[in-house]
């Protein structure tokens, strides 16, 4: 009865889409399957076609983007006359990849692409072919601080390094000196914050303390803190919270959380660069795209160390995992039609208003699009 | 375990009497109902026992005590400092409670009006129904910042101590069980601000038991003991309090049972860190097991979940010791009163 009823409201609604689209488009008919994923407008149709459920799950950092970009797919499917349900488990990148490998989600988010290893084994769920990763926004991380009476403050990489590795312990060290002659740096220790709980945020600002500063920083790229003690706090707000806390403080945090504390302007070549989201996004406009990939799987290698003009390099790309190919039919051009939309310009904008990322540049968003229609489906 | 082995009886219960033929079948159902409700609780237990075991059989198997190569993570350093933590934490958190509980406790069975008496103990039972993250944002927000004074005096003023030669092990110069030595840094979020946090949270549970304990005396004891010219005082120190002595044992194994297994205030409020450090003014230096895998756990897959969940193990283990210990305390001071 319920499916009937269902049936009946789905056709009527993809006359009248079809109907739209042609008006709205001039193209990209409903009826067409698999259309739909096309650069912009990710409204072109095929949306009251799509039922049945679309679970994904992984970074925890993912979560406050997923849920605005679900519920709002959801509804525009809805309004559509689809019946299509989207949700995001933020079990963790490392749990979310291996929901997705075992081929419990069909999604998954991850601030770090698939390895080799991995996408060997993804071809046991992705009908035969391999999956591929996607970025999915770009996410700018602020260097943040609390000290009184210091409104700005320009750091090197060497010694945002110095000062994370224990070695500059006072803020009227001659290194951050130097490098802000006007501030008035107080006789004070500096408090460096970090992450107590395991974190993406954690390994790309530590993967740019190694790349940009090696000497400084000796402890590599990584998730877990290496440094025994010092001051930290759990999540994001944890970290926020215990630098807004004391004074003298500095920590590292997603740029859109940072509140009323301070941002430090990054050195890149001779100038400093403070965050902004289109800074943030040009940092992955210069880097190269990783090697020995396929040329779908968008997956970049970060050059933290760019003297480029206008570039902030201390940023997140957080990755879209989904399958090259997808067995069942209707889950894959459900897929399709989600990561088009969460990539498509209305999507970054979503995202960048309920999560405070930089948007992907209109260049990548065509490129991700491409990739996404080449996914297989059926 | 010992609990697996009631694993076998349970889908098989005895029987309770069979002499009257002509029971009624509410009897029956009823008998059976609580017998099973009973064996509810050993099954449970039994299967959270299993979960636990075969879920960190793979750090074991991994861990470098199995394989015996040194590139292997350690199970015995990576669970060390977090039992420390926990323990550390519990039993200043108890070392806090227990004589404000007993005051409170005293209070309310021999000092305070009747009137009085029940409104106290009616917020006394409210305050352990507020929920622990609660006590998190109230004790990382509005306590840490209120702390910082006292605890910068007490490092000025004590930190140094005691630093007897010969009285206390010393370390590197250090004397290892200076308190509050050590380097305290803004915002304090150290282990004794998650264990004053923990004393809060065990207050009313300890409170509530020792004083329904007290309020046992029996009357004609108390009456002897002031006809024969004691003070009130004297009357709780030589009748109450022996009487009450074993009730109150076993409350504080009640609150040290939440104080060990407490996760988000202390996730909420502690700076972690995994060191044998004394100094409970230092941040960075301490953590316990439940924080320790609530904050690890969301970004955790593999032989590190295995890893989290063989530290979970512990301190199923370390409660399940200490509710013994508890048991066996009790057993032995009734006895003798």
Not at chain 1, 68 to 88: H, K, N
Not at chain 1, 291 to 307: A, C, H, K, S, Y
Not at chain 2, 177 to 192: C, E, H, K, Q, S
Not at chain 2, 236 to 265: C, D, H, N, Q, Y
Request: proline letters at 5%.
């Amino acid at each position: 009865m319920n499916v009937r009823k269902n049936k009946l409201v789905s056709l009527a609604a993809l006359g009248l889409v079809g109907g739209l689209a042609l008006t709205a488009c001039g193209g990209g008919s409903a009826a067409e399957e698999g259309n739909g994923s096309d650069g912009g407008g990710a409204a072109g149709g095929g949306y009251a076609e799509l039922t049945g459920n679309l679970a994904g799950a992984g970074a925890s950092s993912a979560q406050n983007a997923q849920t605005a970009w679900t519920e709002s797919f959801m509804g525009l499917v809805g309004a559509e006359g689809g019946d299509l349900s989207v949700t995001y488990d933020p079990t963790g990148s490392g749990t979310g990849r291996e929901q997705f490998l075992s081929g419990q989600v069909q999604f998954a988010g991850s601030d770090a692409a698939l390895d080799e290893e991995e996408l060997a084994g993804s071809t046991e769920v992705c009908n035969g072919e391999q999956a591929i990763d996607l970025p999915l926004y770009i996410s700018p991380i602020a260097v943040v601080f609390n000290l009184e009476g210091v409104d700005s403050l320009n750091l090197p990489a060497d010694v945002i390094g110095g000062i994370f590795a224990g070695d500059i312990t006072k803020w009227n060290d001659p290194k951050i000196a130097e490098a802000n002659p006007d501030a008035d740096l107080p006789d004070l220790d500096v408090v460096p914050v970090h992450r107590s709980d395991d974190s993406g945020t954690t390994e790309n600002f530590t993967d740019y303390l190694s790349k940009s500063a090696p000497d400084a920083w000796t402890h590599g790229p990584i998730e877990t803190w290496p440094i025994e003690g010092g001051q930290s706090g759990d999540g994001t707000s944890g970290l926020i919270s215990t630098v807004e806390g004391g004074n003298g403080t500095i920590g590292y945090a997603d740029a859109s959380q940072a509140g009323n504390l301070g941002i430090a302007a990054i050195q890149v070549g001779e100038e400093f660069v403070e965050y902004s989201a289109d800074a943030a996004a040009k940092a992955v406009d210069v880097s190269p795209r990783a090697e020995g990939r396929e040329e779908n799987d968008i997956v970049f290698d970060l050059d933290r160390t760019t003297t480029e003009s206008g570039v902030y390099p201390i940023v997140l790309v957080s990755y879209l995992v989904v399958c090259g190919s997808y067995a069942d039919a209707a889950q894959g051009e459900a897929v399709k039609e989600y990561a088009s939309y969460i990539t498509s310009p209305e999507g970054q904008q979503t995202a960048a208003d309920n999560a405070g990322s930089a948007p992907l540049t209109e260049e990548l968003s065509t490129e991700v699009h491409e990739a996404i229609d080449g996914i297989t489906v059926g | 375990m010992s609990t697996t082995d009631v694993m076998p009886e349970t889908p098989e219960t005895p029987p309770p009497s069979m002499s009257s033929s002509r029971r009624r079948v509410g009897d029956a159902v009823f008998s059976y109902l609580s017998i099973g409700s009973g064996l509810l609780i050993f099954v449970t237990l039994a299967l959270v026992a299993i979960f636990l075991t075969t879920e960190s059989l793979p750090a074991v198997r991994e861990s470098r005590e199995f394989i015996g190569e040194s590139s292997a993570f350690s199970l015995l350093e990576t669970t060390l400092p977090l039992i420390f933590g926990t323990v550390l934490a519990a039993a200043i958190a108890l070392g806090i409670a227990i004589p404000v509980s007993i005051g409170i406790a005293l209070f309310i069975s021999h000092y305070a009006p009747r009137r009085m008496a029940s409104g106290l103990g009616y917020m006394i039972d409210l305050l352990a129904a507020v929920p622990s993250v609660v006590y998190g944002l109230w004790g990382g927000i509005w306590l840490v910042p209120k702390l910082e004074p006292l605890y910068i005096f007490l490092n000025s003023t004590l930190g140094t101590w005691p630093s007897w030669p010969g009285f206390v092990p010393l370390v590197g110069g250090q004397p290892v069980v200076a308190l509050f030595a050590g380097d305290p840094t803004a915002p304090m979020r150290n282990l004794a601000s998650a264990a004053i946090v923990l004393a809060v949270m065990v207050l009313p549970i300890i409170t509530a038991v020792a004083r329904e304990v007290f309020l046992q005396t029996p009357r004609l004891q108390e009456e002897a003991a002031l006809a024969l010219g004691a003070t009130r005082w004297e009357t709780i120190r030589t009748v109450v309090l022996p009487f009450g002595k074993s009730g109150v044992v076993a409350a504080s194994m009640l609150g040290l049972g939440r104080a060990l297994g407490e996760t988000m205030a202390v996730l909420m409020i502690l700076a972690p860190g995994a060191t044998f450090s004394f100094h409970i003014l230092e941040v960075g230096m301490h953590q316990s097991i439940a924080a320790n895998i609530a904050s690890k756990q969301a970004e955790a897959s593999g032989t590190e979940m295995s890893l989290l969940i063989f530290t979970g193990l512990v301190l199923f283990v370390l409660t399940f010791i200490i509710n013994a210990l508890a048991r066996w305390i009790v057993a032995r001071s009734g006895v003798k009163s």
